[in-house]
């Protein structure tokens, strides 16, 4: 047994088949194995890959930054206590860890365990020794979940790495919303045709951009509410839940929301509409550019007095006051939103109760995600964030869709795969196979718990199903191709090809171009990473965010076989097309490959130097 080892480690060392995996991936580990690579293994503490001998200096391990990766875990922030749960309430969408030190030592356990059983398969004395014999060899291929924890010397002698560094610019909810604010700089394209307008609070500018956007659209859904009101009764708009009618959810945990300073049964004040239509009417001249030779102020900055506005606009559309308007009001509100719609690619989406989510800037699993329906509570929070000197904002806040497209009257959101191969020049491939994640609850604006409106599996986990439509998954995953069948059943079978798919590589795109320059690029390298998308009533999607190291960890059966397919094809694309550029890459297809710049030189070719060298 010793010889075959022997024999087996010596051809693979001079094939450069050494392969090590730090994580647990243990489909990577037998699909290499398969393949004749040896894995060197390494150790699941945390420390650094041990350098080779002639290595003598040592060297800190390098601060671990944050991401969007799925497999990381980091402290979540808790709000301030309140009330139960209500439409107009501020909500942690999520139910918040008691202690940082408590909750860091359970995710390393679950962390542990998942490693242990996911790693258990495949241990036999052979693959022991063989690694034993290759301790001392630098690897030729690196799968790790974390490139910080690797050794930066020995990480430059390895060939393959799945990893790229400083992916802050994409793989966070603040990198991304800056990145995107380039785009026009790349390309001719409006990222707010694609991702949720997004604003970095802990910067005065945007926080000022915000605090405009947010009445703005307050005054627009003020316009829309009054086409849905009868008289002073109420159409088309859910009741507030009483207090104890959701259970499971802590009330410790919520924030309470700001009282109105008007009387419950107080008539709104007579201009609400009126001021509403004028504002609306200055900022389509603005969007128009009509404002371009004369000196026409922000719709935001006149005499309206904004906080009596959005305090009428919360007893409109958070408590149910009514609001009559004349017949012609009602036709000025109708073709001023129908105006306003050519203009703002995301008024379908925005539904009309204002509200916002409000995300930590660099965490993932949809930890610490809080929603918000007032302006004065967002603004609270962000006056609790540091203000650092290197522009660094702890919270950003993004328009929360309020009409997406459900499936059996339950949100859900789209996880697609892409692998990056090179920066320089930009080479990106997209995997044909995604799946869907629904949530718990069915869909209900009037109720904000996590269980309704986040997505994640690590989210979606802790909730079971309340009185589920027997239609739903029990396991709350569907493949694409599930989706596709559902699609037909409505009539839109072509949705999927002609709309889904073409605006979630456009939107991978745009946000790969804006994010670029800012990525550590090197050769040898590629990555997995996870886009999340939303989709919007008109099937158009929308890009939530970009994950790297998205989890591997199967939660159920299409995630099962859809996991353990992407990551066999990415080996096929990473490693066979090397040796075979006509071997098989899976469910890969080509997205964009830009075009190589030619090195040489157009001018100056015919230069003559004249003189004599200099004679020591």
């Keep these: 047994r010793f010889r075959k080892a022997k024999l087996h480690v010596e051809k693979a060392i001079k094939e450069r088949k050494i392969f ?3 994580g647990p991936y243990p489909v990577i580990r037998r699909l290499l194995r398969a393949r004749g690579w040896v894995e060197r293994k390494l150790p699941h503490n945390g420390k650094q890959l041990k350098r080779q001998p002639g290595d003598q200096k040592k060297q800190q391990p390098e601060k671990r930054t944050s991401g969007g990766s799925d497999e990381q875990g980091e402290a979540v922030l808790n709000p301030r206590g309140g009330a139960q749960p209500s ?5 942690p969408l999520h139910h918040p860890w008691p202690c940082d030190k408590e909750n860091k030592e359970e995710r390393e356990d679950e962390d542990t365990k998942e490693y242990r059983e996911q790693c258990n398969e495949d241990s036999d004395d052979i693959h022991e020794l063989m690694s034993f014999l290759v301790q001392d060899q630098v690897p030729n291929f690196l799968w790790t979940i974390r490139l910080s924890t690797i050794d930066q010397k020995l990480l430059s002698r390895i060939e393959v790495v799945n990893r790229f560094p400083r992916l802050y610019a994409l793989c966070t909810k603040e990198g991304l919303c800056q990145s995107l604010q380039n785009l026009l700089w790349f390309d001719q394209v409006d990222f707010n045709t694609f991702f949720p307008r997004c604003y970095r609070l802990g910067i005065e500018d945007e926080q000022e951009a915000f605090i405009e956007d947010f009445r703005l659209t307050a005054a627009r859904s003020l316009l829309k509410l009054a086409l849905q009101k009868v008289g002073d009764r109420p159409v088309g708009t859910e009741q507030s839940p009483k207090s104890d009618e959701v259970s499971g959810w802590c009330r410790s945990h919520v924030v309470h929301p700001m009282p109105s300073t008007a009387g419950p049964c107080s008539p709104l004040y007579p201009q609400l509409l009126e001021e509403a239509l004028e504002v ?3 900022h389509l001249g603005i969007l128009r550019h009509q404002d371009i030779d004369r000196n026409t102020p922000s719709p935001c900055r006149t005499c309206i007095d904004w906080h009596r506005f959005l305090q009428e606009y919360y007893r409109v559309a ?12 009602r036709e000025q509100c109708q073709d001023l939103l129908q105006r306003l719609e050519k203009q703002l690619p995301q008024l379908g989406i925005e539904g009309n109760l204002n509200i916002w989510i409000l995300k930590p800037r660099a965490k993932s699993r949809g930890r610490g995600i809080v929603c918000a329906t007032r302006l004065e509570e967002v603004l609270q929070l962000s006056r609790s964030c540091t203000k650092p000197p290197a522009r660094v904002c702890e919270w950003v806040v993004q328009k929360y869709v309020e009409r997406p497209l459900t499936i059996f009257n339950t949100k859900f959101d789209i996880r697609q795969w892409f692998v990056v191969t090179d920066w320089k020049p930009l080479t990106v491939w997209f995997y ?3 799946y869907l994640r629904f949530c718990s609850w069915p869909f209900s604006l009037c109720h904000l718990e996590p269980a309704r409106h986040l997505c994640n599996v690590s989210i979606q986990k802790r909730y079971k199903t309340l009185q589920p439509d027997p239609r739903v998954p029990p396991d709350k995953i569907w493949s694409n191709k599930q989706f596709q069948a559902h699609l037909a059943q409505l009539g839109q079978a072509d949705a999927w090809q002609r709309v889904m798919v073409p605006g979630m590589k456009a939107a991978i795109l745009n946000a790969l ?4 320059d800012q990525v550590g690029s090197r050769k040898g390298s590629f990555e997995l990473f996870g886009a999340d998308f939303l989709v919007g009533e008109d099937f158009w999607p929308w890009l939530l965010e970009v994950n790297s190291c998205p989890t591997m960890s199967p939660s159920s059966a299409v995630t099962r076989r859809l996991c353990a397919n992407v990551q066999r094809d990415t080996l096929r694309l ?5 040796d075979n550029p006509t071997c098989s890459i899976g469910a890969f297809e080509l997205l964009y490959r830009e075009a190589a710049v030619a090195s040489c030189l157009t001018v100056g070719l015919k230069l003559l130097v004249t003189g004599c060298s200099l004679k020591k």
């Design 20 to 22: 090590a995996v730090q």
């Design 87 to 91: 439409l107009g309430n501020t909500e």
């Design 280 to 282: 609306c009417e200055q």
């Design 318 to 329: 958070h408590e149910g006051t009514g609001l009559v308007l004349s017949r012609e009001q």
């Design 432 to 434: 044909q196979d995604c």
């Design 513 to 516: 171009c804006c994010a670029r």
């Design 574 to 578: 990473v490693l066979d097309r090397k």
